[in-house]
């Protein structure tokens, strides 16, 4: 990397800007495309040492690493809330959420990723013994997001390097700091250089990264972006991973435990002011209910405590993000929507605050119905019965996770089979997507892939298979030279293996077998 450094680069600048003050308290040059040549490069011959070490090896490097990160936390927490402006208990759960990952893959990687062994499975084949390997791909690239700056990379990073990958790294313009910190850890618990780099920098970075040669893409971030990328991988064949945006229904039952589903929606959509991909964005709940649930998330909302500092619900990244959630506020407004309730706010002169809001009687085609909100607002719509809510919960371009909140689990798990999305949680939300043995994605625009849990570390492995005739003197039956007898052969085997009555199937392969191993040519 320093030598990639050395590199002139173009005087494009990314700043660790903090939400609450505006302060740019640190500012990093842009990767340029020659830097990020030059990485590409220098990954390559790193990695090929890096996959060569025994797992043992890798697996102590991630010990150490989780080790470290348990003793600097404190200033890993700082750190994140400085570049996001998260109260210190959000910060608390990425880094707690990190150490989760460490563990779990640590834990999981070598009966994941161990050769498989195992005899043929049909009659022919089995003189033949098949080996599977699991070997890393080579160079990843990854491009993450602002919203959870330390745990989006590090979740698809830890497994990915623990396979024997090396890394690109790409963060988010808005949080470069949280990444290179990363990999400050990862390198002091031992990684070699060159395995895992972080190239700071914004989109013009990002797409230089993706049309470089590499062997896979990982992407988190908008659907849009995601297009992006799928369209400049597609054209160099290179396979990507797409953790995309979502509008995540929440859908509330006659029969649920109103208190509860009150507070964890609340919590589910304010929690890190909003900006989750998973969080609860549509709240369909069943008329019998309506009234009272919305009375109790009103009282719960308006208890809230909303703004800078340490508070419930924070500031958004930047006041451009805000701005896009007022557009969308305003659409509804104009629509015919109404406040339900709203937090108060201790700082409503900084243009990134915006106050946790919800929102009743938005019209279907309200723009915060149909597309993402990423940010602290929250619709609440009304339904006659399961079979409607359901039907809206669908009626979505997106489909990365759902909630569905009632007492009778068979019912909820029903319901959450007709829903079209990756995860559904029952009772809770949000947190599925930071469980570390929990598989997690979307469909529909949501993207495609999954990362987390053992899913997430067989995205980073290609699997290879060995297929080994042990009886080197012996030719194969399917071989030359074709004539009656191959013919014949075969046929018989077919009723050997696909035919009916036990004596016939027998007889069909004796015949076989003379006919393809006796007297051929
Ligand atoms: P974004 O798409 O604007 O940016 C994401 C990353 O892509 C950034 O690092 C950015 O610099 C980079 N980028 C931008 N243009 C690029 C290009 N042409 N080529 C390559 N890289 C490019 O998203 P964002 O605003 O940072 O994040 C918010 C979005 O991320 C929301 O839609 C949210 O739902 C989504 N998200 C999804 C998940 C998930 O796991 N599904 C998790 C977190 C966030």
């Given amino acids: 990397m320093e030598s990639a450094q050395r590199i002139e680069a173009v005087a494009r600048a990314v700043e660790s800007r903090d939400p609450v003050t505006g302060e740019a308290w640190r500012t990093f040059t842009a990767a340029t495309p020659e830097v990020v040549r030059h990485v590409v490069i220098l990954a390559r011959a790193a990695q090929r040492e890096w996959a060569g070490r025994p797992l043992g090896e890798r697996r102590g490097v991630m010990e150490r690493f989780r080790r470290l990160l348990v003793e600097k936390r404190g200033a890993v927490i700082e750190l994140i809330q400085r570049e996001t402006g998260k109260p210190r208990v959000e910060a608390?759960?990425?880094?707690?959420a990190v150490l989760n990952f460490a563990a779990f893959y640590g834990k999981v990687a070598r009966r994941v990723l161990k050769m498989h062994s195992y005899r043929a499975g049909t009659v022919a084949m089995i003189r033949k013994?098949?080996?599977v390997t699991r070997d890393p791909y080579g160079v990843i690239g990854l491009i993450t997001p602002w919203n959870y700056p330390f745990?989006?990379?590090a979740g698809i990073a830890i497994p990915a390097l623990l396979a024997g990958n090396a890394v690109l790294l790409k963060p988010s313009e808005f949080t470069?700091?949280?990444?290179?910190?990363?990999?400050e850890l990862l390198r002091e618990a031992g990684l070699p250089e060159g395995v895992l780099t972080v190239l700071p920098g914004d989109g013009t970075t990002g797409a230089a990264l993706t049309a470089e040669k590499l062997d896979k893409v990982f992407f988190i971030g908008s659907e849009a972006t995601g297009r992006k990328i799928a369209l400049s991988c597609a054209e160099r064949m290179t396979p990507c991973v797409l953790e995309l945006g979502g509008s995540d229904p929440a859908i509330v039952l006659e029969d649920a435990d109103l208190?509860?589903?009150?507070l964890g929606i609340a919590w589910g959509r304010f929690f890190n002011a909003g900006q989750t991909c998973v969080a609860p964005k549509r709240v369909f709940?069943?008329?019998?209910?309506y009234d009272a649930f919305v009375k109790k998330l009103a009282e719960r909302v308006s208890r809230l405590r909303a703004g800078t500092g340490e508070v419930d619900s924070g500031p958004m990244i930047r006041a451009s993000q805000a701005g896009v959630l007022r557009e969308q506020y305003d659409d509804a407004m104009e629509r015919g929507a109404s406040v339900g309730a709203r937090a108060p706010v201790n700082a409503a002169e900084n243009p990134c605050v915006f106050a946790p809001t919800v929102l009743l009687n938005a019209p279907p085609e309200a723009r915060a119905l149909r597309e993402e909100t990423f940010g602290p607002l929250l619709p609440v719509v009304r339904v006659r019965d399961e079979q409607e809510a359901i039907a809206r919960a669908n009626d979505s371009r997106y489909g990365l996770s759902a909630s569905v909140w009632s007492r009778d689990i068979v019912r909820a798990e029903a319901v959450g089979r007709k829903l079209e999305c990756g995860s559904v949680m029952i009772n809770d939300c949000v947190f599925a997507a930071g469980m570390?043995?929990?598989p997690y994605g979307g469909v529909k625009a949501s993207g495609m892939g999954r990362s987390h849990g053992v899913a997430g570390l067989l995205e980073g492995v290609q699997e290879k298979t060995?297929?080994?005739?042990?009886w080197a003197g012996w030719r194969q039956a399917y071989w030359y030279s074709y004539g009656p007898k191959i013919s014949a052969g075969l046929e018989n085997y077919l009723k050997f293996e696909h035919g009916r009555g036990i004596f016939a199937r027998l007889v069909a392969g004796t015949r076989a077998v003379f006919a393809l191993y006796f007297g051929r040519d």
Avoid: F, N, Q
């Fill in 151 to 153: 745990l989006m990379p």
């Fill in 466 to 470: 060995y297929v080994i005739d042990p």
């Fill in 285 to 289: 709940v069943v008329e019998k209910v």
């Fill in 129 to 131: 013994t098949v080996r």
């Fill in 436 to 438: 570390a043995d929990v």
């Fill in 259 to 262: 208190d509860v589903a009150a």
């Fill in 92 to 96: 608390l759960v990425e880094v707690l």
């Fill in 176 to 183: 470069p700091s949280a990444s290179l910190l990363l990999g």
